[in-house]
């Protein structure tokens, strides 16, 4: 069974500039999570998608970050315009159902520099 | 709101020592789960265990156990006989009303 994929892997960008994430979730799975992780610290939840409808969008600063579900399935992470702090790794995951009993499954992350 | 706190920060150890990783929650939620998480150099976080709110059972699956207490709301992890290969940042993380969240991570060094 294919894992959860992410391009790019690496992205370097200068501050103002404007980036896109994509993530493939494994087939089948209904929910599609999407964490931004800085350098020592845990990931933390920026938008979680049931199917093709937001579920928890509280920690996604709206101002500059979208995010959008394609058909349930695909999903793309926008920043526009893009500041230092955003230099992080961002993780997508998935996860089979709806609850809160079934474990996400990680893509590989996309390392994001802001210069 | 939910949280989840990892006290230790890094914890470095000697070949086939066991490493005991600590993991406090807070939930109002009374039917939650709660997982480790593994996240090697290469980055990408690994599934490693799961327990649901309603079963303090512990148990061990090969060189990992868990020992979760309800009373003090700690879910803790342990590696048996740690190899180098277990060196890499561990997450705790707590599932409950839809959302999942992790603790800052705790660092394992496994020195040969």
């Known amino acids: 069974e294919a894992g959860v994929a992410q391009s790019p892997r690496y992205k370097i960008i200068e501050k103002r500039q404007s980036v896109a994430f994509w993530c493939n979730p494994i087939?089948?799975?209904?929910?599609l999570y999407w964490y931004q992780q800085i350098l020592g610290q845990g990931p933390k939840l920026l938008i979680q998608f049931q199917n093709n409808g937001v579920v928890d969008d509280s920690q996604l600063p709206k101002d500059r970050f979208s995010a959008e579900r394609l058909k349930g399935v695909d999903s793309t992470l926008k920043i526009q315009p893009a500041k230092l702090e955003d230099s992080a790794v961002y993780l997508c995951?998935?996860?089979?159902?709806?609850?809160?009993?079934?474990?996400?499954?990680f893509g590989q992350g996309t390392r994001l520099t802001v210069v | 709101a939910q949280k989840v706190t990892q006290a230790q920060t890094e914890i470095s150890v000697v070949e086939k020592e066991d490493v005991t990783l600590d993991c406090v929650y807070e939930t109002r939620d009374t039917t939650y789960y709660l997982f480790w998480y593994k996240q090697p150099p290469s980055g990408e976080l690994v599934f490693l265990i799961r327990?649901?709110?309603?079963?303090?059972q512990n148990e061990i699956s090969g060189r990992y156990s868990w020992n979760f207490q309800k009373s003090t709301s700690s879910f803790n992890f342990t590696i048996t006989a740690s190899q180098v290969v277990d060196s890499a940042v561990y997450f705790c993380a707590l599932s409950a009303d839809y959302k999942l969240s992790f603790g800052a991570g705790t660092t394992v060094t496994v020195r040969a």
């Open positions: 087939s089948g799975h209904a929910t």
């Open positions: 327990r649901n709110s309603f079963d303090e």
């Open positions: 995951a998935s996860s089979l159902g709806a609850g809160s009993f079934t474990e996400a499954f």
